[in-house]
């Protein structure tokens, strides 16, 4: 099931019009029925590339739902997977709509095993990529998604 073409089509099927006018909602049903039943296919199995895939594929802010069984998908693999994945997807991850980035942290920050994998991948990369995580957890850890106490300094130690 999961093979280059479908990291392709995830991320070309995350792209939901954001205007409904007539010509959109023909389009917008067959992309939304599309991913969620990629989504819905997710194992969990996957690998590192399946978690950055999925990250990847968040690209708008108006998904008309169908990114919860992305969410759903990313809670189906292994908390080590997980973090490694989310922060290997480091650029996307600081590229999708924010409330789609601090939901995906906050699954990150709740449990030890996926922190410690996400910090450990987080260390590995380029200083440039290192600095925009930290500056979209920093965003996060300030607002909504990581602002609780239980879940701020955990992701991307200085």
Not at 119 to 144: C, G, M, P, T, V
Request: charge should be negative.
């Amino acid at each position: 099931m999961f093979t280059p073409s479908w990291r392709d089509e995830i991320f070309a099927c995350g792209n939901f019009p954001q205007e409904n006018t007539e010509e959109t909602q023909d389009e917008g049903a067959r992309l939304w029925e599309r991913y969620v039943q990629l989504a819905d296919n997710v194992k969990g199995d996957e690998g590192v590339a399946g978690v950055a895939a999925l990250v990847r594929s968040f690209r708008v802010e108006e998904d008309f739902g169908a990114y919860q069984a992305a969410i759903s998908a990313l809670e189906r693999f292994p908390l080590k997977t997980l973090g490694a994945g989310v922060a290997e997807s480091g650029t996307a991850l600081t590229e999708i709509p924010e409330c789609w980035s601090g939901n995906i942290l906050l699954i990150v920050a709740r449990t030890e095993e996926s922190v410690h994998s996400f910090n450990e991948k987080y260390s590995l990369l380029e200083a440039r990529e290192r600095a925009s995580i930290r500056q979209l957890i920093d965003f996060h850890e300030s607002n909504e998604w990581l602002a609780e106490d239980d879940d701020k300094g955990k992701l991307a130690p200085p």
